[in-house]
Nanobody, 123 residues
Framework: QVQLVESGGRSVQAGGSLRLSCAASGRTSTAYSMGWFRQAPGKNREFVAAQTWDGGVTHYADSVKGRFTISRNNAKNAVYLQMNNLKSEDTAVYYC????????????????WGQGTQVTVSS
């Protein structure tokens, strides 16, 4: 069992920056890949970013490449999402996720989900 708790969601002006954090607890000794999904009202959940447990391989959705950066600190059992140059289209609930298979996260699937944190970008 792994528990994930996101924090850092805010209301921010377009063009601004925001940093989301995710704290993991439970069976964190497992070499999970971790990542982020998001879901806007009335839309399907979509993959945002993923990173292998050792940080060696990173993936991003095309819509956020060059603007978002995923990172992790395994000693703290934490993963982060730095979001720069935010656009109104980035408004969504953001979920921290974990899975033993990185490709599952890229495909929008994950074994473990956090509760979500709201990001609102105004223009």
């Amino acid at each position: 069992q792994v528990q994930l708790v996101e924090s850092g969601g805010r209301s921010v002006q377009a063009g601004g920056s925001l940093r989301l954090s995710c704290a993991a607890s439970g069976r964190t000794s497992t070499a999970y890949s971790m990542g982020w999904f998001r879901q806007a009202p009335g839309k399907n959940r979509e993959f945002v970013a993923a990173q292998t447990w050792d940080g060696g391989v990173t993936h991003y959705a095309d819509s956020v490449k060059g603007r978002f950066t995923i990172s992790r600190n395994n000693a703290k059992n934490a993963v982060y999402l730095q979001m720069n140059n935010l656009k109104s289209e980035d408004t969504a609930v953001y979920y921290c996720v974990a899975d033993v298979v990185t490709q599952d996260i890229r495909a929008g699937k994950a074994d473990y989900w956090g509760q979500g944190t709201q990001v609102t970008v105004s223009s």
